[in-house]
């Protein structure tokens, strides 16, 4: 006959049936026994509805998006509620999530996909607000209060986003070919350049070493003359052996020549070769 109302709860005593009382606050209570009276509880808290419907919903362009929401409710009048609504909070959930799946069906029709990810946003949760209050709290009211309602997501639905990721995915594609394309031009453009600036130099440096040789051998020329010039047949007789020595500068080398020929000039052990060996410079002691 004694029952315990908890601060969370409201108590309801039924008689037969029918709504005897209803408890709203918290404490010890009594009844008649069963079957004469029974009593039954729901939930004064703050209760959240999440959104489990995932079909899509067509703005006012006529793009199909899929949105989640919540809404945040409390049941404030139990009698009503039981009469209009259900005997627990999961028949009130059920009727409610019907009734706010419409108010933003309807307010979605009415607005743009810009509207839904702009500032707009608010006025549209407020509007589907207003219209299901004004549903609970009609000519049979619910019993409950609508605390808040929000949107959490709103896209595209799958096939609209895959295909907008295939034309992002395609973009970002496009622009990184356009930057290799690019890098690869400038690198060629970069070793053309190398290329140039290597054959130029190296073009240079050939021009002043020949210039430095053929300046070189000028000099070198003008000493020979200048010192073959003092004295003409020991000149020859130089020339000739270091021709001799250019000639058989291996023993395996043979070379087939006329004897007569003015090439063994220097060693017929002819006058010219006594008068280069009187000319030679004695060695020095």
């Not at 004469?36 to 067509?58: C, G, H, K, W």
């Not at 009609?138 to 605390?147: E, F, R, Y």
């Not at 140039?196 to 050939?206: H, K, M």
């Not at 040789?213 to 000099?219: I, T, Y």
Request: net charge positive.
């Amino acid at each position: 006959m004694l029952f315990v109302v908890d601060q969370r709860q409201f108590g309801v005593v039924y008689a037969l049936g029918q709504i005897k009382e209803v408890v709203l606050e918290p404490g010890l209570n009594w009844k008649l026994p069963p079957p004469f009276q029974n009593v039954s509880y729901i939930d004064r808290r703050l209760l959240t509805l999440d959104s489990t419907d995932a079909e899509p919903m067509l703005t006012a362009e006529k793009q199909r998006v899929v949105i989640d929401w919540y809404v945040r409710w409390r049941i404030i009048n139990p009698s009503e509620y039981i009469r209009n609504v259900g005997l627990d909070e999961r028949a009130g959930a059920n009727q409610l999530n019907r009734v706010v799946r419409n108010a933003f069906q309807e307010e979605i029709n009415r607005r743009t996909v810009k509207d839904l990810l702009s500032l707009k946003r608010e006025e549209l949760m407020a509007d589907v607000k207003k219209e299901v209050l004004a549903v609970v709290r009609g000519s049979k009211p619910w019993g409950v209060d609508v605390i808040d309602v929000r949107i959490t997501r709103v896209d595209y639905v799958e096939a609209i986003t895959e295909s907008v990721y295939r034309r992002m995915e395609a973009e970002r594609k496009r622009v990184a070919n356009e930057l290799r394309s690019t890098g690869a031009a400038e690198g060629e453009k970069i070793r053309a350049d190398a290329d140039r600036q290597r054959e130029i130099t190296i073009a240079n440096a050939y021009r002043d070493a020949q210039k430095i040789k053929g300046e070189g051998d000028a000099e070198a020329a003008a000493t020979f003359a200048q010192s073959f010039g003092k004295d003409a047949q020991f000149a020859q007789f130089y020339r000739s052996l270091e021709a001799y020595k250019s000639s058989f500068s291996k023993k395996s080398d043979v070379m087939v020549i006329d004897p007569s020929s003015d090439f063994f000039k220097a060693m017929r052990g002819s006058n010219n070769t006594s008068n280069a060996s009187a000319n030679a410079v004695p060695p020095k002691r």
